[in-house]
């Protein structure tokens, strides 16, 4: 008949787009694994030369091997290392950051490597960190989602060493009480398509790129609901953080930013330096912190102890947030 004529047209040509789309996956983990092998010598050849003299390099000693990245279809490698050279260049405890840095590159390396014993989520999360982008549309075809009312907790928004501006927007489900990161960049004057404001309620569906620690997401629409009611958090030292962490940096080794709130902080200063003290004494490593938020943290604890929310990046901590009087202040 017709229909079973037009049936099977219609099979035969979405075989064939499967058999393109296949063979084009296939010829790019080729150009892949070339840019890999190349990145691991030229590793390699670092290391044996030591970082001595790392410093004193030009930025072109970097960007040449992150443009072969990018031609080799690895994307997030060429951004990495162009982070490193900010890295070299702008910070005083450069040689730690860049030891710490070169390793998650080499981790990266052998997990591509031996990339048939990964497992499914965390092998596309490779792929996702290494430069494959997912359409947000096949992100929601997946069908990883979490439906909850979700806390806007944080965000941050800059230019990234490609000059793009971006914005992370942290949210937390209330009666779940799982992260997500909404992650957006613009061109030029354009602006984010949807917007967050700090403390908001949010009833939604939360679309999760694979990953074996979900955490970057996607949200179609939302629904703002009262913000009466905040959930009562659990207190959590900073201590508390560190073992939650190290699980999740064993499962997933090159896990970026992870969302953190600590409880009963504490700030201490003298005349040149201000610090950051969980309940249990343990100084918390922050980033450079701008003045104007030092003084709010003061302001906002008034001596006595803040419950604050932010980001860790693996070594140091940027407060976003502060939990008050069941309110969210965006610092």
Known sequence: TQASKQKKATSSTDEKAA???AKRWQDRLSLMQNGISELEQWLGDLIRQGFANV???????WDQVASKMTNAKLSGLSTQLKEISEQV???????????????????????FNKREHLPPLLLEHLYSTLGRNLRKNDVIELNLNVTDQWIVMGKKEGIDVEGRSYRRVWLKGIHQEKYALILDYAFGNKSYEQQFLIGSILQATVYYYPAQTPMRAIIKQFELLSQENYPVFTKLSFQDFLNTYAHHIAQTPWLKQFPVYISDVIIRKDAHNHWLLDRQGFIIPTEHLKQATLWKLMALSGGDTITVFGEWDGS??????VLLDQRIINL
């Open 55 to 61: 410093n004193l390099m030009e930025p072109h000693y």
């Open 19 to 21: 058999k393109a789309k």
């Open 89 to 111: 260049r702008r910070q005083e405890d450069w040689i730690e950051q860049l030891a710490l840095s070169l390793g998650g590159l080499y981790i990266q390396i052998q997990a």
């Open 316 to 321: 140091k901590f940027t407060p976003l947030s």
